[in-house]
Structure formats: C-alpha cells, structure tokens
C-alpha cells in the first residue's frame, strides 16, 4: 500500500493536531517494522509524509519504508484548495489520511480523515473570532462546506472519543459503521531534563503551591469563570498561585485584562513553554484544573495524570468518557463549585491520594502504540473495501 499523511501540522507548530500527527507517525513507523504475526503485511507499505518547511527538519524518519515530502502550503488556505491535490497526485497513493478536517475539496482520490471535535456546531459565536461580521460568516460558511466534503466522501472517519463519534452522527448524515473511534495518549515517559526545578519555576515566575492549567484562552475553555473562581479560592487559601500556560494571543491577552478588571491576585501566565520545560512545571503543581465547556478528547489532564498530578475537571461526557473516576469533577457554570473543587483537590490528603492513584492507572490504558495499530488497521480495511467495490 502506498499511504500518504498529511503532516503539516506535524510537531509543535500545530498544537494538539500536531501532538497527535506526530504521535500517529512516530508510532506508525514503530508498528510497521515490527510487524508481527497481526501486522506482517505492514512491513511492504511505503509511507510519505507531506510536511511544512517549518517542520521539515523536525521529523527525521527512521524506517525506510517513510519518505518525506515538501508541501509548504499554508492551512485553510486557497493554495491548500489548489497546489495540495496536485502534490498528492504525483505520488500515486491508494489512501491518505488527513489528522483534520481540512481536506481539499478538489481531492478526487480515496483518503480518511480524523474529526477531533465539531466546536465550531457548539460555539459558533462571533465572541470567539478576532475576525470582522462578514469575514467570520464567510469563514464560517466555508468550514460547513469543508468538514461536510470532509465527512462525507471520507472511505472512514476517525474520531478520538465516543462523545465525537456521537457528535459526528448527530449532525452528519454517515452511517456509525463509518466511524472509528480511536482515543489519543498521553506521554507516560518523563523525560530527563538537566535544569533544576527551581531554575525553570524561576525562569516564568512561578512560585509554588500552584494550580495549573495548559491549553488555549479560547472562550469554550472557559477561563473567566475559572479565573472568578480562583478570586473565591484565595480567601481561604492566600498563598495559593494559579498558572496559566499557553502562548500569548489575542484571547489571552483579552483574559490578562480580564484578570486586572477583576483585580484577581496570584494568577501567572507564562506564555509559551518548551515541552522539555512544561513536563517539569506539571511534576511541580499542586493540582491540575480544566474547566472547558466542550472538548474532543481533552489531552491536558490525561498527560497531567500521567504525571502523578490530581485533576479538577468540568464534568462534561467526553471527560468523564477519557478520565472515569480519576478525575474530581465540578459543573463548569457554577463559579462558587469550582472553587469548591480546587480548594478540596489542592487541601484533603485522602482524596489526592485516591485521585493520583486512579490516574496513574487511567494514563496507563490509553497507549499512542494501540492508536498507530488501530489506525493501520482501518488503513488495510479502507484499502480492500474499496479494491473490492
């Protein structure tokens, strides 16, 4: 089989997307060389990996089998439309995998796709858009055109929980068999790190105890409620610190003078943090606190887990789907409840204890190993289907 993987979002340049491409890959190769009694036949496929000039050099591939491609074409853009297809074509691959829903529309040949989330079908709000009324309604028309086109002449589509798959049903016209479920990982490795704690807590400010929270300031992650509920948290707990870590845009920089209107004390926001460090600031917090209104997987309290960290997190059905009864929950609307969490989380030794524990063992049963496997087998079925139709 000759597959191709859309990569351009591979590494750090693309967030989450490009944690889970780069995991996928990496994992990938891993499988393919092993093959094994179930995935022998792997040891034949020919991979190409189609990356950005930005991350060219950051994927370096280590089986022979995976060839890099240079496709430095921006995303959502026109020329993504237009130069994409023609790239792809010249490879003559059976499949491609898009990791997102941003499939060219002129895309003739067979491919599957990875559906992390439909946010936009939950806040389609113009509050969560720097952009002007008429440019964010064209923007918006346009991403309904692509993920429809997406989802509906996908071979198969990919989704990283049961709560997307639902959400895929709910609004698309697909048949369930169509959609697999393939859940995300965290890192259960720590990673050896030269610098002491203290020097990195130094370098951004950070003085401990301290909540934690790693993400994005985008309105459905819901951090003024979070923000107004610390301000609940530190009349009891004075000397408690919440750290928010995620570079610094235009949404973090509308909470930052949110944070000042709010005249709310002990809040420190690091803007961007080397995964190298970040792995240290989570082995140092207190707790871990998300309180989102809606996600697709929700990675950030499962690697915090994996990290021996107890978790406070909004109970909403695709965290309670990733985290089951590792996690403290609380409603995400209710400002005085999520202070009541933090302050148990952070303050009653029995419950961290119970917490930690049941998190470790969470971590532990999501592996980035299964995905790759069970993403290569949808390849192989995906490829026979359609031989055979």
Same mark, same amino acid.
């Given at each position: 089989?000759?597959? %191709?993987?859309d990569?351009?979002?591979?590494?750090?340049?693309g967030?989450?997307?490009?944690?889970?491409?780069?995991?996928?890959?990496?994992?990938?190769?891993?499988?393919? $060389?092993?093959?094994?009694?179930d995935?022998?036949?792997a040891?034949?496929?020919?991979y &190409?990996?189609?990356?950005?000039?930005?991350n060219?050099e950051?994927?370096?591939?280590?089986?022979?089998n995976?060839?890099?491609?240079?496709?430095d074409?921006?995303?959502?853009?026109?020329?993504?439309?237009?130069?994409?297809?023609?790239i792809?074509?010249?490879?003559?691959?059976?499949?491609?995998?898009f990791?997102h829903?941003?499939v060219?529309?002129?895309?003739k040949?067979?491919?599957?796709?990875?559906?992390h989330?439909?946010?936009?079908?939950?806040?389609?709000?113009?509050r969560?858009?720097?952009?002007?009324?008429?440019?964010?309604?064209?923007?918006k028309?346009?991403?309904?055109r692509?993920?429809?086109?997406?989802?509906?002449?996908?071979?198969r589509?990919?989704s990283?929980?049961e709560?997307?798959?639902r959400?895929?049903?709910?609004? &698309?016209?697909? %048949?369930?068999?169509?959609?697999?479920?393939?859940?995300?990982?965290?890192?259960?490795?720590?990673?050896?790190?030269?610098?002491?704690? $203290?020097?990195i807590l130094?370098?951004? %400010?950070?003085?401990?105890?301290?909540a934690l929270?790693?993400?994005?300031?985008?309105?459905?992650?819901?951090?003024?409620?979070l923000?107004l509920? &610390?301000?609940?948290v530190?009349?009891?707990?004075?000397?408690l610190?919440?750290?928010?870590?995620?570079?610094?845009?235009?949404f973090?920089?509308?909470?930052?003078?949110f944070?000042?209107?709010?005249e709310?004390?002990?809040?420190?926001?690091?803007?961007?943090?080397?995964?190298?460090?970040?792995?240290?600031?989570?082995?140092?917090?207190l @707790?871990y606190?998300f309180?989102? @209104?809606?996600?697709?997987?929700g990675?950030p309290p499962?690697?915090?887990?994996?990290?021996n960290?107890?978790?406070?997190?909004?109970?909403?059905?695709?965290?309670?789907?990733?985290?089951?009864?590792?996690a403290?929950? &609380?409603?995400p609307?209710?400002?005085?409840?999520?202070?009541?969490a933090?302050k148990?989380?952070a303050?009653?030794?029995?419950?961290?204890?119970i917490?930690?524990?049941?998190?470790?063992?969470?971590?532990?049963?999501?592996s980035?190993?299964?995905? $790759?496997?069970n993403t @290569?087998?949808?390849?192989?079925e995906t490829i026979?289907?359609?031989?055979l139709?």
């Amino acid at each position: 089989m000759r597959i %191709g993987i859309d990569a351009r979002f591979y590494g750090s340049i693309g967030k989450g997307l490009g944690r889970y491409t780069q995991k996928l890959i990496e994992n990938l190769e891993v499988v393919s $060389a092993q093959g094994g009694r179930d995935f022998s036949w792997a040891k034949h496929n020919q991979y &190409f990996i189609f990356l950005r000039r930005g991350n060219w050099e950051e994927y370096q591939p280590h089986n022979p089998n995976f060839t890099k491609v240079l496709a430095d074409i921006p995303w959502y853009s026109v020329r993504e439309q237009i130069a994409l297809p023609k790239i792809l074509s010249k490879y003559n691959l059976d499949l491609v995998h898009f990791p997102h829903f941003n499939v060219p529309l002129r895309w003739k040949g067979k491919f599957v796709v990875t559906i992390h989330d439909l946010i936009l079908f939950h806040y389609p709000t113009r509050r969560a858009s720097t952009l002007s009324p008429i440019i964010y309604l064209l923007k918006k028309n346009a991403y309904h055109r692509v993920i429809k086109n997406a989802i509906e002449k996908s071979e198969r589509i990919i989704s990283v929980s049961e709560h997307t798959k639902r959400d895929i049903l709910k609004h &698309f016209r697909v %048949g369930p068999e169509k959609v697999c479920v393939t859940y995300e990982a965290a890192d259960i490795r720590q990673n050896a790190i030269s610098t002491m704690p $203290a020097e990195i807590l130094s370098k951004y %400010g950070i003085i401990k105890p301290y909540a934690l929270y790693v993400g994005n300031a985008y309105p459905h992650k819901n951090l003024e409620r979070l923000v107004l509920a &610390f301000k609940h948290v530190l009349q009891s707990h004075p000397h408690l610190k919440l750290v928010l870590v995620g570079k610094e845009d235009y949404f973090y920089k509308r909470l930052k003078i949110f944070v000042k209107k709010n005249e709310t004390r002990n809040i420190i926001f690091t803007d961007f943090v080397s995964d190298e460090e970040l792995s240290m600031i989570y082995r140092e917090a207190l @707790l871990y606190v998300f309180p989102s @209104l809606y996600e697709g997987f929700g990675l950030p309290p499962l690697e915090a887990m994996a990290k021996n960290i107890p978790v406070a997190c909004s109970d909403i059905g695709c965290l309670r789907e990733i985290l089951g009864n590792a996690a403290y929950y &609380f409603n995400p609307k209710g400002v005085s409840e999520m202070a009541d969490a933090i302050k148990k989380v952070a303050t009653e030794n029995e419950l961290r204890d119970i917490l930690i524990r049941n998190g470790g063992i969470r971590a532990r049963a999501f592996s980035w190993h299964d995905l $790759a496997k069970n993403t @290569l087998q949808i390849y192989k079925e995906t490829i026979k289907h359609t031989r055979l139709t």
